[in-house]
């Protein structure tokens, strides 16, 4: 059996980290237009760069949770039948032993160069315009998605939707396009598809099977599942 699993800030929830919407959501505090956009960098780059600074900083501070483990028991399970893509931008999945995590909307220990365009590991904070370690220029942003820019990747998890079984989606609002439409492009190709959240989303009623509750006791349990061979 192919899965395509989707990640969003829910995940990631119990380890510590704000999702963007609801009750202290990272979007409380700030308008996604004004730290999210190539706008907003451009009239304002060190409000932008100290609020990715801030998110980079704290992935010092947590750890991946019994969801992201039991991806990657997964993973070792599946090997290339499992196909994790997230929205998320901090490195849970891989601290909890995943190998290949496409990071739709990229990633915050990564920075890249607006001079050369190479992108590079990044742990440091960039608010006071660090040197680009290939060309020495002060033009690094984190390499992130922002609104109005293009998610990586988005063929070959066009392609990985087409080809899957089964597609999951896992702590994530179904708010923001495209990964919001994966539902509706796993269903019209008539995949079966199965949502874990700990509240309704937005895109809940889509879904053949939706479960409530936190991600470090759902998603252990449903990879239990597919692992003894009572799912799908
Ligand atoms: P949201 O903050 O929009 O949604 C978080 C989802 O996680 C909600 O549906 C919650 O119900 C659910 N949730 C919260 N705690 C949970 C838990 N313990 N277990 C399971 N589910 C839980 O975050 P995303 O959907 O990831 O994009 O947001 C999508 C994108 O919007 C982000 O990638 C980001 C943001 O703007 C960019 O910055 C480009």
């Known amino acids: 059996m192919r899965i395509v699993v989707l990640t969003g800030a829910g995940i990631s929830a119990e380890s510590g980290l ?5 009750e202290d959501g990272l979007w409380e505090g700030h308008h996604p237009a004004d730290v999210a956009t190539p706008e907003a960098f451009e009239a304002n780059p060190t409000l932008v760069q100290r609020f990715y600074d801030e998110r980079r900083a704290a992935l010092t501070r947590v750890e991946p949770n019994a969801a992201h483990v039991a991806l990657a028991q997964l993973e070792s399970a599946l090997g290339n039948d499992l196909y994790l893509v997230t929205q998320n931008i901090d490195d849970l999945h891989e601290r909890g032993g995943s190998e290949r995590v496409h990071h739709m909307h990229g990633r915050l220990r990564a920075a890249w160069c607006l001079a050369c365009n190479e992108r590079h590991v990044w742990e440091e904070a960039l608010t006071d315009g660090p040197p680009c370690p290939s060309c020495h220029s002060s033009m690094l942003r984190p390499d992130i998605v922002w609104f109005g820019e293009v998610p990586y990747g988005m063929e070959s998890i066009d392609q990985e939707l087409a080809d899957c079984d089964l597609f999951v989606s896992i702590g994530t609002s179904g708010v923001v396009y495209p ?6 492009y796993a269903i019209g190709n008539g995949k079966r598809t199965l949502e874990l959240n700990l509240e309704t989303s937005d895109t809940t009623s889509d879904f053949h ?3 409530r509750g936190p991600a470090s006791e759902l998603v252990p349990a449903w990879v239990e599942e597919v692992l003894s061979g009572r799912s799908g």
């Open 209 to 211: 099977e939706s479960r």
């Open 18 to 22: 704000a999702t963007f919407r609801g």
């Open 179 to 184: 990964a919001a439409a994966f539902v509706h």
